[in-house]
């Protein structure tokens, strides 16, 4: 039986007419002017924003602009971001070259002035040339990185300073502006944002069935702008036994049988055996310049029925993020600006604490979904120094690996944006033994189960996890730095197994048993469970014939009343049951069956096998008999149930158990004799024939 387990994934990007992009004009929340010559004024309410320097005088002009994101949904990828400014006079022709830095601390359009004007991060200022500032009329500034780093990160969007790039030279040179002020409103800034929602994928993997490679992966694609479907590949990762943490990608799209609908925005893929595979989606802005924003890696994994599958997960800077964070602690000499300058071109994750200088940590999430569907029994983290760890006399490595429970994004993060972290789900990794570098011992080895487990129940919250010294502001430098990207170096090792959906005990004492349920999760809470002898319906079909019969209104009806994704039923007779799980609002969203009854077992016979409750004849064997013990005990009323899984000539009945294998029809005391020349069978009792039937009876 195929088990089938629904994940929930988290964006990924995605040439196909479904996706959309997003334009809207955005208007300034505060703009002001502040003047060098009048250094305590406010200029927040005037007609014009002006950069300006005037030699004669020495006198600088600059202005803010600052702009509400908040119509824009936060986890949006804008593609274009202009701002737009209405010039109303040009002092100049050469050298009006504009300068646009972010702000680095608020400020209000009421109370700025020279005096008290915020600083700006000159790291990433945006140059607007001479070619485009020295026209009247309007103007149009591409600042696409600013947007989109004030959109992720909200408390940081203090807006921005413009002023002229060069604010000494000769001979005077302006450029004013309307601002929101000025009484046409059509003159004043905006903000013209183009942007497109992730690609959400809803994925679903039908794991293979007992011995078979029949897995399957369904994928529902919404957002986005559009795929380029030639790039949707599957790889399978394939461990190198030879060398420790080596594995290599196999594409497998061909023999998965890929198939893209774009109609119904789907992707499926079948012929799946178990292991570790990965995922890939180029959204079709990926073709334009190759910006890695724009694909998007996802692995997912398939199991098998009754088998423990194990691999590896190579890690990567396409397919992970793994950023190193830094600040500059109080006591620096010299401090650099490392708490707000973003290290994702670094390849190398450093943890490390230098008196008096710095402080390192870093962050890794895996573009992965753990399947609530499967047991987890290793993810062992196995990640190598980048040279060498190192501790001083009087300072320690001690490591803290610790749950991540807020969002970032590897390109954007700094110290200052760092993530919150869970304090107690924590993973601590203990100082290294030698003082000084420790050239011997290379590696960590971890296990990281409580993160996986984690994200199985919190699909939704897979933000990864920090490492970061147990402590810092220590008197001697500690390190524990690691490699990044090597694939050889930085790599989990995983072992799982399908957890079974159902599963049933019987007690031979009592002669009853329980049935436990496993049901998806993700689903409205509370949960109905209901269990039948015959295959249950739709809640509303139930409720057709039970509602004039019953005191209950159908919304009391359809609501659940077990706020678990788990259930037991017990003290139940032997019998084939059938359990509908139902969410709260009454949507059928599993069924299972199972078979309640005693283990059977061969009580003596020739060219018999039971295995996982399947009786079948010895291969190769021209002839098969024996007896089964545990279904009707002797002077009991009572009766058993079988399937017939692959037809042949037959026969099963009862027979005293102190008796010898049957041999005749006439030996059975109560018998069904099947052949499959006729496709029939007959019931014969006592040696005598009572009743004849053909296949598909019952």
Not at 168 to 187: L, M, Q, V
Request: aromatic share 12%; hydrophobic share 35%; proline share 4%.
């Amino acid at each position: 039986m195929k088990k089938l387990s629904l994940i929930l994934v988290v964006s990924f990007l995605g040439f196909t007419s479904f996706g959309q992009t997003i334009t809207t004009s955005v208007s300034p929340k505060y703009d002001a002017l502040v003047n060098s010559a009048e250094p305590n004024g406010n200029f927040g309410t005037i007609n014009d924003l002006i950069a300006r320097y005037d030699p004669s005088t020495d006198e600088i002009q600059r202005y803010y602009l600052q702009f509400d994101f908040s119509s824009i949904p936060n986890n949006a990828i804008i593609t274009s971001a202009e701002l737009i400014m209405q010039s109303s006079s040009i002092i100049g022709s050469t050298n009006l070259d504009l300068s646009i830095e972010r702000v680095d601390s608020t400020w209000h359009e009421d109370s700025i002035t020279w005096i008290n004007q915020p600083g700006t991060y000159f790291s990433d200022q945006i140059i607007i040339g001479n070619s485009i500032t020295s026209r009247s009329g309007t103007q149009s500034f591409d600042v696409t990185s600013h947007a989109q780093y004030f959109l992720n990160y909200e408390r940081l969007n203090n807006g921005w300073s413009i002023s002229l790039r060069d604010e000494s030279s000769s001979p005077e040179r302006s450029i004013t502006y309307f601002s929101k002020e000025y009484s046409d409103g059509a003159r004043e800034p905006k903000l013209e944002i183009e942007y497109i929602l992730p690609l959400s994928l809803s994925t679903a993997v039908q794991h293979c069935s007992l011995g078979q490679s029949d897995g399957q992966l369904h994928v529902d694609l919404s957002g986005g702008s559009s795929i380029l479907s030639s790039s949707i590949k599957i790889h399978k990762v394939v461990r190198d036994n030879n060398q420790l943490g080596k594995a290599s990608l196999i594409n497998v799209t061909s023999s998965s049988n890929v198939i893209y609908d774009g109609d119904l925005r789907t992707i499926d893929a079948s012929n799946l055996e178990p292991g570790i595979y990965r995922l890939r989606v180029d959204d079709a802005l990926y073709s334009l310049n190759s910006d890695r924003k724009y694909r998007f890696y996802k692995y997912f994994l398939v199991a098998r029925e009754g088998e423990t599958t194990s691999g590896i997960l190579l890690p990567s800077v396409n397919y992970q993020e793994g950023v190193r964070i830094a600040t500059d602690k109080p006591t620096a000499s010299n401090p650099s600006g490392l708490s707000d300058i973003n290290q994702s071109s670094y390849t190398n994750l450093y943890v490390t604490d230098l008196e008096n200088n710095y402080e390192y940590a870093s962050l890794i999430q895996y573009f992965m979904d753990f399947d609530d569907q499967l047991e987890f029994t290793k993810a062992d983290l196995t990640i190598k120094a980048a040279n060498a760890f190192y501790r001083g006399t009087n300072s320690t490595n001690a490591t803290n690996y610790s749950l991540v429970t807020s969002p970032w994004d590897e390109h954007i993060v700094t110290w200052n944006t760092r993530p919150t972290v869970d304090p107690i789900l924590v993973i601590d990794i203990p100082t290294t033994e030698v003082i000084g570098y420790d050239t011997l011992d290379l590696f960590d080895s971890l296990s990281i189960l409580p993160f996986v487990e984690y994200w199985q129940d919190n699909p939704s919250k897979n933000y990864g996890f920090e490492i970061a010294l147990e402590s810092y502001n220590q008197t001697q430098y500690a390190s524990r730095n690691y490699k990044g990207s090597s694939s050889n170096k930085n790599f989990i090792e995983f072992e799982f197994r399908l957890n079974p959906s159902i599963s049933s005990t019987y007690n031979e004492t009592t002669n009853t048993g329980e049935i436990s349920v496993n049901a998806p999760k993700g689903n409205p809470l509370p949960y109905t469970y209901l269990l039948s002898y015959n295959s249950l319906p739709e809640m509303n079909d139930i409720w057709q014939v039970v509602k004039d019969s019953i005191d209950q209104d159908s919304v009391t009806f359809f609501r659940g009343d077990v706020n678990s994704e788990s259930f037991t039923f017990t003290d139940l007779d032997p019998e084939r049951y059938f359990v509908g799980v139902y969410d709260n609002d009454g949507v059928k969203i599993a069924e299972y069956e199972t078979i309640l009854s005693s283990d059977l077992e061969i009580f003596t016979g020739e060219n018999l096998t039971i295995e996982n409750g399947d009786l079948s004849v010895t291969s190769g064997a021209p002839f098969a008999a024996g007896v089964l013990d545990g279904l009707v005990e002797k002077n009991d009323a009572g009766a058993f149930e079988f399937e017939i899984k692959e037809m042949g000539d037959f026969t099963i009945g009862f027979i005293n158990a102190e008796s010898n294998p049957a041999g005749l029809i006439s030996d059975f005391d109560f018998a069904f004799d099947f052949v499959a020349a006729i496709a029939g069978f007959e019931v014969y009792s006592e040696g005598n024939v009572v009743f004849t039937g053909s296949w598909g009876w019952r």
